[in-house]
């Protein structure tokens, strides 16, 4: 590991794309690793001026493994219209050019193709080397921006997902093929135009979050406010088809979903991480680089049970611990499952969602984890039998390392640590690309 100086804020961007093969592994690298992890986020163009990491050029950071190494890391910028040719989002016609944005949110795969993400704009598609090949519209048949925030279906293989704007229809929901085609698209009625970051799916439903973060135009050039007056609600859409059943809830937002599913008597349960709105704005303060300001409670993990038969909805704290970036064993996405992944200053935590246990991996000072993905272990006979893939970015340090952990037993030692080639800012959200599914 290259020591290097201390940097100012988590932040701190990189000035260029690199390659660095045969990384320095400490520990052990489960050989049956085989594949590519992969992780998105802002980072400014050199000598661009400051602005909100939900407005800067996106960046895909990759390290590739197989066979018990570390091969290669390499970042590079997601070369969208509007990184490259300085492009407009407004067309002269008053309409919105989709490709005109900043791919900077999330990076996935389905049916074998890449894609960087973020909710106001097209998906773009990326090699294996994490080249931009270009915007993807789906032959033509998607004509809205696409979530950041795509749910796959573990049973059908289908991803779903959603777009907003701020002209009607203000939201549309979306599901593509297990082969990668779109294959519907159904306008859903919401009162205006807000920001829906994340939804979820059950065995039956898609479950939308209509909260009070509505659009105007700001000094740092993101169009969201919180707004008193619009009110909160989460909707049960059938996956078959019929009206969305609204369910009225307390004011507050949430940037991201646990997961949702179906309990025996046919409720909707739904875990996510809620913020009042003192900690939606302070926190929104904070990514602009803002002090935070007084003492302002965290966002804390929230459970809503929604009942489609008799319009009954409850609400309980499941924990008190200021946490985000909520993930799981994704095979069991929108079916019932018991552990959740977060994140929260210098640790990642195990959550159980059954007894309120947690499991805590605590990082050196100065160490900040980003989101921890969890990758099952061939042949798991239990829901948390794999690892948990997460960048650490040490600010004191000025280094930053790709940590392995044993999902089974998030307190202990690292499985291993890559210890990667340079300073990796923090970022938001990645993937695990599986060598079997890359074509």
């Known amino acids: 590991m290259t020591a290097t100086v201390a940097i100012d804020s988590y932040f701190t961007p990189v000035p260029d794309e690199i390659e660095a093969i045969d990384l320095v592994v400490e520990g052990a690298l489960p050989p049956e690793l085989n594949g590519r992890y992969l992780r998105n986020g802002p980072n400014p163009k050199p000598g661009a001026p400051p602005a909100h990491p939900f407005v800067e050029p996106g960046m895909?950071?990759?390290?590739?493994?197989?066979?018990?190494?570390?091969?290669?890391?390499?970042?590079?910028?997601?070369?969208?219209?509007?990184?490259?040719?300085?492009?407009?989002?407004?067309?002269?016609?008053?309409?919105l050019d989709l490709a005109a944005c900043h791919a900077n949110t999330h990076v996935i795969e389905h049916a074998g193709r890449t894609f960087a993400l973020v909710e106001s704009g097209l998906p773009y598609e990326l090699s294996l080397d994490l080249d931009t090949v270009g915007p993807c519209d789906f032959q033509g048949r998607l004509t809205t921006a696409m979530t950041a925030h795509p749910k796959a279906d573990p049973v059908t293989g289908d991803l779903h997902f959603f777009g907003y704007g701020v002209r009607p229809p203000f939201l549309?929901?979306?599901?593509?093929?297990?082969?990668?085609?779109?294959?519907?698209?159904?306008?859903v009625e919401v009162p205006g135009p807000t920001m829906m970051h994340d939804f979820a799916i059950t065995e039956d439903y898609l479950v939308w979050m209509d909260l009070p973060v509505v659009f105007e135009r700001t000094e740092l050039g993101v169009p969201y406010r919180w707004s008193d007056s619009y009110g909160a609600r989460l909707g049960l859409m059938p996956r078959k088809g019929g009206p969305v059943r609204w369910f009225e809830i307390e004011p507050c937002y949430v940037f991201h979903v646990g997961n949702a599913r179906q309990d025996a008597a046919g409720r909707v349960v739904l875990d996510a991480v809620r913020y009042d709105r003192a900690t939606f704005r302070n926190e929104w303060d904070l990514a602009a680089g803002k002090e935070k300001t007084g003492s302002v409670p965290g966002q804390m993990l929230h459970r809503w049970t929604l009942?489609?038969?008799?319009?009954?909805?409850?609400?309980?704290?499941?924990?008190?611990?200021?946490?985000?970036?909520?993930?799981?064993?994704?095979?069991?996405?929108?079916?019932?499952n018991r552990f959740l992944y977060l994140v929260g200053g210098g640790s990642v935590v195990k959550f159980d969602t059954v007894n309120g246990e947690r499991g805590v991996h605590r990082l050196p000072d100065g160490a900040k984890p980003g989101e921890a993905v969890f990758v099952p272990a061939e042949n798991a006979r239990a829901e948390d039998d794999g690892w948990l893939l997460t960048i650490v970015s040490n600010r004191i340090a000025g280094t930053a390392d790709l940590l392995v952990l044993d999902a089974t037993d998030v307190a202990a030692r690292p499985v291993a640590t890559v210890h990667l080639p340079r300073w990796v800012p923090s970022g938001f959200h990645g993937s695990w690309v599986p060598e079997s599914v890359v074509r």
């Open 60 to 95: 895909v950071h990759g390290v590739r493994l197989k066979d018990g190494a570390a091969l290669w890391y390499r970042n590079r910028w997601v070369r969208t219209s509007l990184f490259t040719e300085s492009a407009t989002r407004v067309r002269p016609d008053g309409s």
């Open 307 to 336: 009942d489609p038969r008799t319009g009954v909805r409850s609400e309980q704290q499941l924990d008190d611990w200021s946490l985000e970036f909520p993930t799981l064993n994704e095979n069991l996405v929108g079916l019932q």
């Open 172 to 187: 549309t929901y979306h599901r593509l093929s297990a082969s990668g085609e779109l294959v519907q698209s159904v306008p």
